[in-house]
C-alpha cells in the first residue's frame, strides 16, 4: 500500500514528553481512494436483490413488485372504467370533481418564485441524500426491528444469509453499490457517504425550515394543508378519474385535487420530519441520554423507519413525476419552474437546464468523492461537526440496561491482530500483558492483567453502536476511566486520549484512535476486561477494550496495548485523530 508523505514538514518534538513507542509504526492515510487497495484490497463483491422476510425463515424477492404492480394497475384501470358505468360512482364524481377551490384560494392563486427555487433546491439535496443514504445501507445491508440486530431476524436484507463462521465481521458483510446508484458506490465507503449524507442533510434542514416558515408567512400554506375534509372524497374521485384514464380537469395553480394535497401535505409535514427524528434515533449518545426514547425508537427500529421514509419518497417521486409529465407537463412546468401560469415552453425550459445540471453534479458525485475524499471530509466536518461535537456533551449515564437486554448475538469487526508478539502473549494467558499509559501525567504507570483486576471493579449493560449500522447490548467488566484519570493525574495541557491497539487496521499499521479527555470521567466510559461475565475473548478485544458510550463504534478500540494523554492528535498518524480517521476518512467526533 502506498504511502503519502505527511502534508507539513513536522516540528521536532518537545524532547521532555517521550511519546508512545507505537507512533513511529503508525501508517499515513492516503489521499484518495484507490480502489485496489482500497480497505484492505477489500473486494468489490455486490449484494443481491432486495428480500423481505416473511414468516420465520422465507424470503420474498421485492423485485416480483414490478409485475406485480403493473398487474394492479391494469386491473385498477379495468375496474375503474367499471365504476364509471355505474350512475351512483358518476353522481359522487359530480358532486366531488377532485378539487375544492375555497374563496381564499381563488384570491390567492400562483406560486411564488421562492417557492420555484426551494423546490429545485429540494430536490437537488434529495438526490445526494438517497443515493448517500443507499450506501450507508449497503455497509450493513440488512434491517431490524429489534437493537439485536441477530442473523437471520433482520426483515429485510440486500445480502445473502450470514456465514456459519463465528468470526465474520461486519465489514465482510458490506456490499458495493454501482458507481452512480450509490454514493460514492465503492465497498466500505460508509465515512465519506456520511459526510455527503449529513452534510447535505444540514442544507436540506436549513432549506426545510425556511420553507415553513415562508409557507405561513405568506399564506401559502393553503396550497400544501388540507382544511376540509372534503380532500378525502375528493381524493377517492380524483383516485377513480385517474384509473378510469378519464383525468379531472387541474387546478394547480389555484388549488390542488385531493389526491395531490394528501401525498404532498404526506411528503412535506409527514415524511420529512420522521426522516430528521428517525435519523436522530440511530446516535449512540441521544439514544443513551434519551433512554426512555430510545427504549421504544431503538436505533433498529429508527433505522428501518428511516429506510421506510427513503421508500416513500422514492415511491413519491416515481409518482409525482409520471404525473406531471402526463397532466399538462408544460403548464405544470410553469408553474414549478417560472412561477407562471400558461403553457409556454419557459417553464420546460428552465426545468430542461435544472435537471442538465441535476445530471452533471450527479454522474460527477462519486467520482469526485473517489478523487477529492479529504475534501469531502473536511468540508462535511465543517458542516456536521459542531453539531457532532454538541451531542458529545450528553450524558451517557442513563443508558444503562438490565441483563434480560443482553444481545444474543453481538457482531464482530475490524481487522483481528495477528502479529508474533501478540500471539505470544495470548498464549501466556496474558501474564506478560503490561498496559502503559503515558504521555501528559504526573504518573505514568504499566499495569498488568493482574493490577487492573486489583483495581476498583466496574460494570455496565449498555449498547453498541457501530457506525455502519448494527447494534448489540453487552454487559461490560472492568475498570472505570476515571479510576485510571485518578491514578495517573493527566497534566492540565491534556486535551485528548489516544487508545492504541496489537492489531493493525485494514490497511496495516497500528488500530488508534483519540478521545476527548472531558469524556473519560463519563460514568459510561472504562476498560473492560470482561463481556457478558466471561473474559474478553479474541474476537472482542482480548485483553483489554474501550467502552466510551456517547461514541460509535469504531472508536471502542479492541486488543489495547497502551493509552497516551496527549494536548493535540495533528502530530499522530495522518493527523486525523484514529486509523479510521486517517485510512477511510471517518470523523473524529462521532456522537452521532
Ligand atoms: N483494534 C481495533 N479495534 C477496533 C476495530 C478494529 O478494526 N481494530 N474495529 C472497531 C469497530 S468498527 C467496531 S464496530 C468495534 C466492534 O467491536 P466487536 O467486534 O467487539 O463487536 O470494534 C472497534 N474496535
Ligand atoms: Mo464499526
Not at 400554506?221 to 378525502?232: A, G, K
Not at 405544470?332 to 401560469?341: E, G, I, S, T, V
Amino acid at each position: 500500500m502506498a504511502v503519502t508523505e505527511p502534508s507539513e514538514p513536522t516540528e521536532p518534538r518537545d524532547t521532555k514528553q517521550p511519546s508512545d513507542p507505537v507512533r513511529p509504526t503508525l501508517t499515513l492515510g492516503e489521499d484518495r481512494v484507490d480502489l485496489e487497495t482500497w480497505a484492505g484490497s477489500i473486494p468489490q463483491t455486490g449484494g443481491i436483490g432486495p428480500r423481505i422476510r416473511v414468516g420465520r425463515n422465507r424470503w420474498f424477492a421485492l423485485l416480483w413488485l414490478l409485475p406485480l404492480g403493473f398487474v394492479v394497475v391494469i386491473a385498477s384501470v379495468a375496474a375503474a372504467k367499471g365504476l364509471r358505468n355505474i350512475p351512483a360512482v358518476e353522481s359522487f364524481i359530480t358532486n366531488h370533481p377532485g378539487t375544492l377551490i375555497t374563496a381564499r384560494a381563488r384570491a390567492n392563486p400562483g406560486f411564488p418564485w421562492w417557492l420555484n427555487a426551494q423546490h429545485f433546491l429540494n430536490l437537488f439535496l434529495m438526490t445526494f441524500m438517497i443515493r448517500s443514504g443507499w450506501q450507508i445501507l449497503a455497509d450493513h445491508p440488512r434491517l431490524y426491528w429489534t437493537r439485536h440486530s441477530t442473523p437471520g431476524k433482520e426483515w429485510f436484507r440486500i445480502q445473502k444469509p450470514v456465514p456459519e463462521n463465528p468470526l465474520w465481521t461486519a465489514k465482510e458483510d458490506s456490499v458495493r453499490l454501482p458507481r452512480h446508484v450509490g454514493l460514492p458506490g465503492t465497498r466500505h465507503t460508509i465515512g465519506l457517504a456520511r459526510w455527503w449524507h449529513l452534510g447535505v442533510d444540514v442544507i436540506w434542514l436549513a432549506n426545510g425550515i425556511l420553507f415553513y416558515v415562508l409557507l405561513f408567512a405568506t399564506g401559502q400554506w393553503q396550497h400544501l394543508v388540507p382544511t376540509s375534509w372534503e380532500v378525502f372524497p375528493n381524493a377517492l374521485s380524483t383516485a377513480i378519474q385517474y384509473a378510469s384514464l378519464d383525468w379531472p380537469t387541474e387546478h394547480g395553480w389555484v388549488a390542488y385535487n385531493g389526491l395531490q394535497l394528501i401525498a404532498y401535505f404526506v411528503t412535506v409535514f409527514i415524511a420529512a420530519p420522521l426522516a430528521l427524528l428517525s435519523g436522530l434515533g440511530m446516535s449512540p449518545a441521544l439514544s443513551t441520554r434519551f433512554k426512555r426514547i430510545s427504549k421504544v425508537l431503538s436505533i433498529q427500529v429508527a433505522r428501518s423507519l428511516h429506510f421506510l421514509v427513503m421508500a416513500w419518497f422514492v415511491f413519491f417521486i416515481v409518482i409525482h413525476v409520471t404525473m406531471v409529465f402526463t397532466t399538462g407537463m408544460l403548464v405544470n412546468l410553469n408553474h414549478m419552474f417560472a412561477a407562471r401560469n400558461s403553457n409556454s415552453w419557459l417553464g420546460f425550459s428552465v426545468f430542461a437546464i435544472a435537471m442538465a445540471f441535476v445530471a452533471i453534479t450527479w454522474l460527477s458525485a462519486s467520482p469526485f468523492t473517489i478523487r477529492h475524499p479529504r475534501l469531502v471530509q473536511r468540508t462535511g466536518r465543517r458542516i456536521i461537526g459542531p453539531v457532532e461535537h454538541l451531542f458529545e456533551h450528553l450524558d451517557s449515564a442513563p443508558g444503562e440496561y438490565s441483563e434480560a437486554d443482553i444481545s444474543p448475538y453481538f457482531w464482530h469487526n475490524g481487522r483481528y491482530p495477528d502479529s508474533a508478539e501478540y500471539q505470544h502473549l495470548a498464549e501466556g494467558n496474558f501474564e506478560d500483558y503490561r498496559l502503559a499509559i503515558g504521555g501528559l501525567v504526573d504518573s505514568p504507570v504499566e499495569l498488568s492483567l493482574a493490577d487492573l483486576h486489583a483495581l476498583p471493579h466496574h460494570e455496565q449493560i449498555t449498547q453498541h453502536f457501530c457506525i455502519q449500522g448494527w447494534s448489540g447490548v453487552a454487559k461490560w467488566g472492568g475498570v472505570s476511566m476515571q479510576t485510571i484519570l485518578d491514578l495517573v493525574h493527566p497534566s492540565s495541557e491534556a486535551k485528548w486520549v489516544v487508545f492504541y491497539s496489537f492489531g493493525e487496521g485494514a490497511d496495516g499499521g497500528p488500530y488508534y484512535d483519540a478521545h476527548p479527555i472531558n469524556e473519560m470521567s463519563y460514568q459510561l466510559t472504562m476498560l473492560a476486561y470482561d463481556m457478558n461475565d466471561e473474559p474478553l475473548t479474541f474476537g472482542h478485544g482480548a485483553p483489554l477494550r474501550l467502552r466510551n458510550e456517547v461514541e460509535l463504534g469504531f472508536k471502542q478500540v479492541k486488543w489495547i496495548r497502551s493509552i497516551e494523554f496527549i494536548a493535540e492528535f495533528s502530530e499522530i498518524g495522518s493527523g486525523f485523530g484514529g486509523y479510521n480517521e486517517d485510512h477511510e476518512f471517518f470523523g473524529y467526533r462521532q456522537a452521532i
